[in-house]
């Protein structure tokens, strides 16, 4: 009898809560994430205010709850760009080799032994911060991760039976690439964007707390944490339930993508 998975369930469980609280937050909040109330100025945790507010007034549950909205599009988006691409390059590179398999990679090899936070800081410096900004640098900077790990499953596929089998048959590159190797490659495909999305929440945090993610009114969890600088000792709520949540998420990834590593043993 197989043992249970309890990272993946851990994790899944973890991430759908914070999926779940992120999209009712798009929708819905307890008050405006952006409303002030100077008669509120840094509340401390109570019934009316569950996570306190801020140096305006502002209702922090209301902003965690927006902000962590933000972060999972951030966190989808990249991955998305990084994923489809790198798979891309990735399968075409691996099925063929050659002399495109040799560029490619080294260009890959160029691009991964640089810090990706590093690249994605001086992109953003040079395309000036947002959140659409964010997200091509960091989907762009995500493509060799994806590249190497596709590329891998494919040159171990490429040799098995049943795609030769498949070439026998008369079945084209294309068709045997992605109907046939690439499903076999789905969980490593599938811990890859476990990971990624563990990275870019990660990396838009990082960036929105120096200033260059998401700009205000507009909440963000990075960019909490950076304004509660000021209150820390005064009203230290205001970066507690931003730095949970930052913590939360990035465990509950982690855990899903020791999950599903679990499952390729």
Same mark, same amino acid.
């Given at each position: 009898?197989?043992?249970?998975n %309890?990272?993946?369930?851990?994790?899944?469980?973890?991430?759908?809560?914070?999926?779940? !609280?992120?999209?009712?937050?798009?929708?819905?909040?307890? %008050?405006?994430?952006?409303?002030?109330?100077?008669?509120?100025?840094?509340? !401390?945790?109570?019934?009316?205010?569950?996570?306190?507010?801020?140096?305006?007034?502002?209702?922090?549950?209301?902003?965690?709850?927006?902000?962590?909205?933000?972060?999972?599009?951030?966190?989808?988006?990249?991955?998305l760009?990084?994923?489809?691409?790198?798979?891309?390059?990735?399968?075409?590179t691996? %099925?063929?080799?050659?002399?495109?398999?040799?560029?490619?990679?080294?260009?890959?090899?160029?691009?991964?032994?640089?810090?990706?936070?590093?690249?994605?800081?001086?992109?953003?410096?040079?395309?000036?911060?947002?959140r %659409?900004?964010?997200?091509? !640098?960091?989907?762009?900077?995500?493509?060799?991760?994806?590249?190497?790990?596709?590329?891998? /499953?494919?040159?171990?596929?490429? /040799?098995?039976?049943?795609?030769?089998?498949?070439?026998?048959?008369?079945?084209?590159?294309?068709?045997?690439?992605?109907?046939?190797?690439?499903?076999?490659?789905g969980?490593?495909?599938?811990?890859?964007?476990?990971?990624?999305?563990?990275?870019?929440?990660?990396?838009e945090?990082?960036?929105?707390?120096?200033?260059?993610?998401?700009?205000?009114?507009?909440?963000?969890?990075?960019?909490?944490?950076?304004?509660?600088?000021?209150?820390?000792?005064?009203?230290?709520?205001?970066?507690?339930?931003?730095?949970?949540?930052?913590?939360?998420?990035?465990?509950?990834?982690?855990?899903?993508? /020791?999950g599903?590593?679990?499952?390729?043993?």
């Amino acid at each position: 009898m197989k043992k249970r998975n %309890y990272n993946l369930i851990i994790g899944t469980s973890i991430t759908l809560f914070f999926l779940a !609280a992120a999209v009712i937050g798009r929708f819905w909040t307890p %008050y405006g994430a952006t409303a002030m109330d100077s008669l509120s100025v840094n509340l !401390a945790p109570c019934l009316t205010h569950p996570m306190g507010t801020d140096n305006f007034g502002r209702d922090i549950l209301s902003r965690v709850m927006n902000g962590s909205g933000s972060t999972f599009f951030v966190a989808v988006c990249t991955v998305l760009i990084g994923g489809v691409f790198g798979t891309l390059i990735g399968a075409v590179t691996g %099925y063929y080799g050659g002399w495109l398999d040799d560029v490619v990679m080294r260009l890959n090899d160029m691009l991964l032994s640089f810090p990706s936070i590093l690249l994605a800081l001086i992109v953003i410096s040079l395309m000036g911060p947002g959140r %659409y900004n964010i997200i091509l !640098a960091l989907g762009v900077l995500f493509i060799p991760s994806f590249a190497r790990i596709v590329r891998s /499953e494919v040159i171990r596929c490429r /040799e098995l039976d049943f795609v030769k089998s498949a070439k026998i048959m008369g079945a084209g590159d294309f068709r045997i690439i992605f109907l046939h190797i690439l499903p076999n490659a789905g969980v490593s495909i599938l811990t890859a964007a476990a990971i990624g999305f563990n990275n870019a929440v990660l990396a838009e945090a990082s960036m929105s707390y120096l200033g260059l993610g998401i700009q205000p009114p507009e909440p963000s969890l990075g960019r909490m944490l950076s304004e509660a600088q000021s209150y820390i000792f005064n009203a230290p709520w205001y970066a507690i339930f931003p730095g949970i949540t930052i913590i939360l998420i990035i465990l509950g990834f982690s855990m899903v993508s /020791e999950g599903l590593r679990t499952l390729q043993e």
